[in-house]
C-alpha cells in the first residue's frame, strides 16, 4: 500500500517563494548586469540606465513594461547628461 503524501507551499521555505531579490530577468546571458556595472565602476546614474537597458527585453514580453524600462534608461542617461552640463559650467 502506497501513501499518498502531500507537500503544501510554505512561505518560510526558500524555494516557495518568489526571488525578489535576484530575479530571472537578471540572471540572462553569461554575466550578471551587476557584475559589468562593478567591473566597469560605473556612476549610479549610468548604472541605473544600462540596468534598465539590459533587462527591458527579458522583464517583459510585450508592451508598456518594456517602455518604461527604456523610458527610466532615458531619464537616468539625461540626468546625466544635465550633470556633466552643471559641472562643466561650473568650471
Same mark, same amino acid.
Given at each position: 500500500?502506497?501513501?499518498?503524501?502531500?507537500?503544501?507551499?510554505?512561505?518560510?521555505?526558500?524555494? *516557495?517563494?518568489? *526571488?525578489?531579490?535576484?530575479?530571472?530577468?537578471?540572471?540572462?546571458?553569461?554575466?550578471?548586469?551587476?557584475?559589468?556595472?562593478? *567591473?566597469?565602476?560605473?556612476?549610479?546614474?549610468?548604472?541605473?540606465?544600462?540596468?534598465?537597458?539590459?533587462?527591458?527585453?527579458?522583464?517583459?514580453?510585450?508592451?508598456?513594461?518594456?517602455?518604461?524600462?527604456?523610458?527610466?534608461?532615458?531619464?537616468?542617461?539625461?540626468?546625466?547628461?544635465?550633470?556633466?552640463?552643471?559641472?562643466?559650467?561650473?568650471?
Amino acid at each position: 500500500m502506497s501513501e499518498n503524501i502531500k507537500v503544501q507551499w510554505n512561505e518560510n521555505r526558500m524555494s *516557495d517563494r518568489p *526571488d525578489n531579490v535576484n530575479p530571472s530577468h537578471y540572471q540572462t546571458g553569461n554575466i550578471q548586469v551587476i557584475d559589468f556595472i562593478l *567591473d566597469q565602476k560605473m556612476s549610479y546614474l549610468i548604472a541605473s540606465a544600462t540596468k534598465y537597458l539590459c533587462r527591458y527585453p527579458h522583464k517583459h514580453k510585450a508592451g508598456e513594461g518594456r517602455l518604461d524600462d527604456l523610458r527610466k534608461a532615458r531619464w537616468f542617461i539625461e540626468k546625466q547628461i544635465e550633470e556633466i552640463l552643471r559641472e562643466e559650467s561650473l568650471r
